[in-house]
């Protein structure tokens, strides 16, 4: 039983599967592609969205520390992710990875908790980009029905109609192809990362000092208990504050960390790399740098700009602009953060869809989402499938309850990523690395430490809804995907049914 749930798959057999002719994507991506993949997904709702509202709630003006924890964690992560990513270039991002250390069940898994981690996170990018599209129609007189604008709906039936449209578009694109996502993206993320500088640099004449007035606010102590809403580690052992002082830090880290998930992302991209021994540590690293800096320096000028207390949770970096009186800034942000939420929502639909591809191509999802497109080698079948499961649940669910759930499932997989480079650096030391992570065994065991700390700091409701998903994930492989895997039906070369050998020699 234990031989089954944990057969490896070999890293040679994962990429002789890129070279199938019907379940091969096509190689164009370059290191500026996937760096600029990469900022077009990390800078997103994260700063232009959650800022006002981990500031307002958690930490205050300190909010830049959060993000500066917030990227230590994920540099961890990511020095592990380019190892990977680098030996294994194939889609499927902690998914594949798991799947050729630690076996099949782990990888099942982590598998299960990208395609929530992804889904959630397109429909969270989707549900702050109809808000902005919202401010942007306000101001110029036109306002949506209430029944149409999904978040603060009316009384009874409301929907995003925004949101899920944003979403069924891009959908359509990501059929055409990867190249031309890849453009479509350049093109967005210049205008995108012009917006953030103009908010560092036009910001920076309006800040007063006054504003950073306490500059870590105090703590605010919640009674032990039952409070769901409360983090985990206070469940546990009780001392654990939610809101301000220093632990309210590493609370709004544990929240802004879904602004750094662009990294991960790329890592999905592997197999659509014509280098990616050699370009995917620079797109991965590159684009993690560029952002955090750019990230820190946006939560500094924006908390100067306004009072904490006072910052919108919808839009902050706009209505920071319009408190102080300059709405054509304002207007100029909101249209900013609008176009360059669209590369987030599609390169997070990209990095669903890859996962869900390469999970089906194993077997243990139906091989009928395996094929790609005869004219654009895109996988356009689970594309379109999971395109409108999102859309629908961008529709109908409010952006406070996605969030937290999007950064309980990255966080799971950085623990699993950490973990594997580690058993796969014993396992299989012969193995050709371009990239290596350095300092293992103690870096990932860092990376799993700093992560896990981050995971205890969400909510207890976050953790019970991860674990329903868990749940049903587990019924899914009992009784479809370990009979269906292609392991289990002796497809794959190699070592018998894809056991581990002895001594990890096969892998």
């Known amino acids: 039983m234990s031989s089954t749930l944990f057969r490896t798959k070999r890293v040679e057999q994962s990429i002789a599967d890129t070279e199938e002719p019907e379940h091969a994507l096509k190689k164009s991506l370059s290191a500026l592609d996937l760096t600029v993949f990469g900022v077009g997904v990390i800078i997103g709702t994260g700063i232009f969205v959650l800022t006002g509202t981990v500031a307002k709630n958690n930490a205050g003006p300190a909010v830049a520390l959060a993000f500066v924890v917030a990227g230590v964690v994920c540099a961890l992560a990511a020095l592990c992710y380019a190892e990977f990513a680098s030996t294994v270039p194939v889609a499927g991002s902690a998914y594949t990875f798991s799947y050729a250390s630690l076996g099949e069940l782990p990888a099942w898994i982590i598998g299960w908790d990208l395609v929530l981690e992804f889904a959630l996170g397109t429909a ?30 009316a009384d009874g039936f409301g929907f995003d109609i925004l949101a899920a449209a944003l979403v069924l578009v891009l959908t359509g694109i990501l059929v055409l192809g990867t190249k031309l996502s890849a453009r479509v993206t350049s093109i967005v993320v210049a205008v995108k990362v012009t917006v953030v500088l103009v908010v560092i640099i036009a910001g920076a004449f309006f800040i007063k000092g006054d504003n950073y007035d306490p500059f870590i606010p105090k703590s605010q102590p919640v009674e032990a208990g039952g409070d769901l809403q409360a983090p985990l580690i206070q469940l546990m052992f009780g001392w654990a504050p939610s809101n301000f002082g220093v632990m309210g830090i590493f609370t709004a880290a544990s ?115 395996s094929h790609v497109h005869p004219r654009f080698k895109t996988p356009h079948r689970p594309t379109i499938l999971l395109g409108v499961i999102i859309a629908i649940v961008a529709g109908f669910t409010p952006l406070s309850e996605l969030a937290e ?77 370990r009979s269906h895997s292609r392991l289990a039906r002796g497809e794959e070369t190699g070592v018998g049914q894809g056991v581990r050998p002895p001594n990890g020699g096969g892998n």
Request: include cysteine; glycine fraction near 10%; charge should be positive.
């Open 255 to 369: 929240v802004v960390f879904f602004a750094f998930i662009g990294f991960d992302v790329v890592a999905t991209a592997a197999e659509e790399t014509r280098n990616p021994q050699r370009d995917m540590p620079r797109g991965i690293l590159g684009s993690l740098l560029i952002c955090t800096t750019l990230y820190v320096a946006v939560s500094i000028v924006v908390t100067g700009m306004q009072k904490y207390t006072d910052l919108s949770v919808t839009a902050p970096l706009a209505d920071a602009f319009k408190a102080i009186g300059h709405p054509w800034y304002a207007g100029f942000i909101s249209f900013g953060a609008a176009v360059g939420l669209t590369t987030v929502c599609m390169i997070l639909l990209l990095g669903q869809t890859r996962v869900f591809f390469a999970m089906s191509r194993d077997g243990l999802l139906p091989r009928f989402f």
């Open 405 to 481: 759930l999007v950064n309980i499932g990255t966080l799971f997989a950085f623990v699993v990523v950490a973990i594997g480079v580690i058993i796969l650096r014993r396992t299989r030391p012969d193995l050709p690395r371009s990239f290596r992570t350095p300092w293992v065994p103690v870096l990932p065991i860092l990376s799993v430490l700093a992560s896990l700390w981050l995971m205890l700091n969400l909510p207890t409701e976050t953790w019970l809804r991860f674990a329903g998903w868990m749940v049903l994930g587990f019924l899914v492989y009992f009784l479809y995907g």
């Open 124 to 153: 969270v990018v989707a549900v702050g980009w109809s808000g902005y599209i919202a401010s942007l129609l306000d101001n110029a007189g036109w306002h949506l029905p209430d029944a149409l604008s999904g978040r603060d709906g």
